[in-house]
């Protein structure tokens, strides 16, 4: 359903940015991802198709059924590997 209606607002308006970069955010904020180098909506707008195929291959490689979609991969549990936090600096 996402799909059409991605398809319905690029046809109609050319501006289906708007749309596509709400997932993005929720994406990035889902994997704990650093907004990186500029706004999501920005990202979209000026590189949509660049975007889209960075997010699947996110996605992908973290082992995600893009197949399924959005929905379909809701229910997994997911742990974000994250990097041990050092309690002192790190010396030689």
């Known amino acids: 359903m996402n799909s059409v209606i991605f398809v319905l607002i690029y046809h109609l308006t050319s501006c289906a940015c708007l749309y596509s ?3 993005r955010t929720k994406l990035r904020r ?3 991802l650093k907004q990186d180098p500029c706004n999501d909506c920005l990202v979209h707008f000026f590189c949509l198709r660049c975007a889209l195929c960075q ?5 992908k490689s973290r082992g995600f ?6 929905d379909g991969n809701a229910n997994l ?3 974000v590997a994250m990097a ?5 600096d790190m010396k030689r």
């Open 30 to 32: 889902q994997l704990g």
């Open 77 to 79: 549990n997911r742990e």
């Open 55 to 59: 997010e699947y291959r996110e996605l």
């Open 21 to 23: 970069c709400s997932y």
């Open 84 to 88: 041990p936090k050092v309690e002192v």
């Open 65 to 70: 059924n893009v197949e399924k979609g959005w």
